[in-house]
């Protein structure tokens, strides 16, 4: 999703509220459905895959608990239209990388 647009493409274009949920609806869903990771345990059940112990170290600490990144996303104001995409995401892909290793 262009972070300089997010649902503000709906909104400026006068989409009825109701058309702007569904597409709301159907972005979470499929955040949900293909990308979001559900599964708490998939650190505990790979660690026989992972032979690097400081891999698996890096791993358990990307699983942040009760943070929806979707949600966390849209919350955040979209950025300028002048902002370079591409690069947008790999800066804040880091940003967010490194901040929930911390966490």
């Known amino acids: ?5 997010k649902f503000e493409y709906y909104e400026n274009n006068k989409w009825e509220n109701y058309y702007i949920r569904q597409a709301k609806d159907i972005i979470t869903n499929v955040w949900e459905t293909k990308y979001k990771n559900t599964n708490t345990t998939d650190a505990d059940q790979s660690s026989d895959n992972l ?8 791993y358990k600490k990307k699983k942040f608990e009760g943070k929806d990144e979707l949600k966390s996303y849209l919350k955040e104001p979209t950025v300028s239209l002048k902002t370079n ?3 947008w995401w790999k ?9 929930f290793l911390i966490l």
């Open 1 to 5: 999703m262009d972070p300089r647009l």
């Open 51 to 58: 032979e690097d112990e400081f891999l698996l170290h890096l």
């Open 85 to 87: 995409v591409l690069l």
């Open 91 to 99: 800066v804040n892909f880091i940003i967010n990388y490194i901040y």
